[in-house]
């Protein structure tokens, strides 16, 4: 295990752990979450996902929706070809402060994270970041319709009006808690124009992305952990 506390920002102590692909600012109050415990042990959270995604990025950018404290984030970064980009989501405020410190403790110059959701519209949404006796979800955090005790109001965006338009993207991952149907319309441009790699969270069929984007050609080619991955060519998972 390789773990350490440093003078994090205003005098706050900062836990800081590090694994095979980097060092990362670990929430404190969430060991329960498998990707915090396993971080803070020196392992790595999701190995055979992040190994396909290193595979496959190509020399196109990767879209990572759900960043959380940035867990996947050094072992995307470092597998990028020269000249291509992260771009990164995470909108809960909390976990989105940790991911920026992810992004500094590694000194990453190819990632953008924006402290957003990712949706169909570009405006507010209601989200959830704390359970009903005020605890953490961490990466639990989720939509709600309704305001309330441990909801906050967070910017959305669509994924198309983040990334330029001349850019292209290789892995499109989304790990949104049920948020996926409307992410996707959020960057149906990407998706028609680049057609590439989905990896949803959920090991369901989820017929209604089979159904919505098989005119593309989208193929269920098999899981990884808890995720789905589409592609429209062959792809070994």
């Known amino acids: 295990m390789s773990m350490a506390n440093t003078g994090g920002a205003g005098g706050m102590d900062e836990q800081v752990a590090e694994n095979c692909y980097g060092k990362y600012s670990v929430p404190e109050g969430l060991d329960h979450r498998p990707a915090v415990h396993l971080i803070k042990a020196g392992q790595v959270y999701e190995p055979k996902t992040l190994s396909f995604m290193r595979d496959h990025a190509g020399t196109g950018d990767i879209v990572h929706a759900g960043a959380f404290f940035g867990d996947f984030v050094p072992a995307l970064a470092t597998a990028l070809a020269p000249g291509a980009h992260l771009w990164a989501f995470e909108p809960n405020p909390s976990s989105f402060a940790h991911a920026e410190k992810t992004v500094a403790?590694?000194?990453?110059?190819?990632?953008?994270?924006?402290?957003?959701?990712?949706?169909?519209?570009?405006?507010?949404?209601?989200?959830?970041?704390?359970?009903?006796?005020?605890?953490?979800?961490?990466?639990?955090?989720?939509?709600?319709?309704?305001?309330?005790?441990g909801i906050e109001e967070v910017a959305s965006v669509q994924i198309d009006t983040v990334v330029p338009e001349d850019r292209t993207v290789s892995i499109l991952q989304l790990d949104v808690e049920g948020h996926a149907p409307?992410?996707?319309?959020?960057?149906?441009?990407?998706?028609?124009?680049?057609?590439?790699?989905?990896?949803?969270?959920?090991?369901?069929?989820?017929?209604?992305?089979?159904?919505?984007?098989?005119?593309?050609?989208?193929?269920?080619?098999?899981?990884?952990?808890?995720?789905?991955?589409?592609?429209?060519?062959?792809?070994?998972?």
């Open 182 to 237: 409307q992410a996707l319309r959020g960057a149906a441009r990407i998706i028609a124009r680049d057609k590439p790699i989905i990896i949803l969270e959920g090991k369901k069929k989820m017929w209604w992305f089979r159904k919505g984007y098989k005119s593309l050609g989208y193929q269920l080619r098999g899981t990884l952990h808890g995720n789905s991955v589409f592609s429209v060519g062959e792809v070994r998972i």
């Open 105 to 149: 403790l590694n000194g990453l110059q190819n990632v953008t994270l924006r402290n957003n959701a990712v949706s169909d519209t570009t405006g507010h949404i209601l989200f959830r970041t704390r359970d009903e006796e005020g605890n953490p979800l961490g990466g639990h955090s989720h939509f709600v319709t309704e305001p309330g005790p």
